[in-house]
């Protein structure tokens, strides 16, 4: 075949592939089992499934099976309070139903018990059976998707402490994980309480770096002594100095350092912060040569920094 029609084909592909209207496909997760919480979620494809069967079994599985041209998923969970043949989800018509097989405890859609529950593709539905917990939704596709949907091959690691089924939050937990792996410094904005020395423990579980994870709260340090915890000094080096010490950066040398409310850290020492930041590099007091330091700084704050900026 010649360059000239290896680029004639490539551009018909394209016009091809322009061309390819999405279509919605509908997504089933097994999201959690509070008596197995820990448990990696599972995601499946209902591309072609006529009938999913959702119900107790000795451990977690799923099976595919085929009479004619039906199709019937079939998902088992270790719930003591699921019965064996809980509920059925069915396609109608082109619209999915759930459905109470004759369970024990009953089938909870969206927070009410329901005997037959029409799913609407617009928004997702979460399904209680027992205490074992599934979410129905949709999703709009260019192709076949696989009936199961592995788990990211990459996932958070448990020390993380993160994990979702929720679209958008799963977004910034992958943006979280690739921001990681980098050595760039990470600032951390939010609420008191949103949960930002979680994500700060994230990035240092997924960043690989094989040194202690050193907290640092800069609102709880006395403004005398900040600059000594944070970069050390001499012994000798002002009244008191009995013996050296190495400072709170070189002590999470290999690790990650996060800087807690990092806006209250006093402005005299952001030249000192800086020099951290941008040569790797940390002066204890007394000292007259820097030391090398190989820290990740993750800080976080619950002020507007930039409008600090502004006023100077």
Do not use: Y
């Amino acid at each position: 075949m010649t360059d000239s029609q290896t680029s004639t084909l490539s551009r018909s592909e394209a016009r091809a592939s322009q061309h390819v209207r999405p279509s919605r496909s509908a997504l089933l997760s097994l999201a959690l089992s509070c008596e197995r919480p820990l448990e990696v979620p599972w995601r499946f494809a209902l591309d072609g499934v006529d009938e999913v069967v959702l119900g107790r079994g000795a451990e977690r599985s799923f099976r595919l099976e085929e009479s004619g041209p039906k199709k019937r998923l079939e998902i088992r969970a270790p719930d003591a309070r699921m019965s064996s043949q809980h509920a059925r989800l069915v396609r109608d018509l082109g619209r999915w139903v759930m459905e109470d097989a004759g369970s024990k405890n009953g089938v909870v859609v969206d927070g009410v018990f329901q005997k037959r529950a029409l799913l609407s593709s617009d928004e997702p539905h979460l399904i209680e059976l027992g205490h074992t917990f599934f979410v129905f939704s949709t999703r709009l596709v260019t192709g076949p998707l696989p009936l199961h949907l592995a788990s990211d091959p990459r996932p958070l690691p448990e020390a993380s402490g993160l994990s979702t089924f929720v679209p958008q939050l799963a977004a910034d937990l992958s943006a979280l994980r690739e921001v990681a792996r980098s050595p760039v410094p990470v600032l951390l904005t939010g609420e008191t309480g949103s949960g930002k020395d979680v994500a700060a423990r994230a990035v240092h579980a997924c960043s690989g770096r094989t040194g202690p994870f050193v907290p640092v709260n800069c609102g709880a340090l006395a403004a005398t002594l900040v600059e000594s915890e944070l970069f050390g000094h001499r012994r000798g080096a002002f009244t008191g100095a009995v013996e050296e010490r190495p400072g709170l950066v070189r002590a999470a040398s290999g690790g990650t350092l996060f800087l807690d409310e990092v806006g209250d850290l006093p402005l005299p020492l952001q030249a000192a912060l800086l020099r951290v930041l941008q040569d790797g590099e940390v002066l204890p007091i007394g000292a007259e040569k820097p030391v090398r330091v190989d820290v990740r700084v993750v800080a976080a704050t619950n002020r507007d920094l930039a409008a600090f900026v502004e006023r100077g």
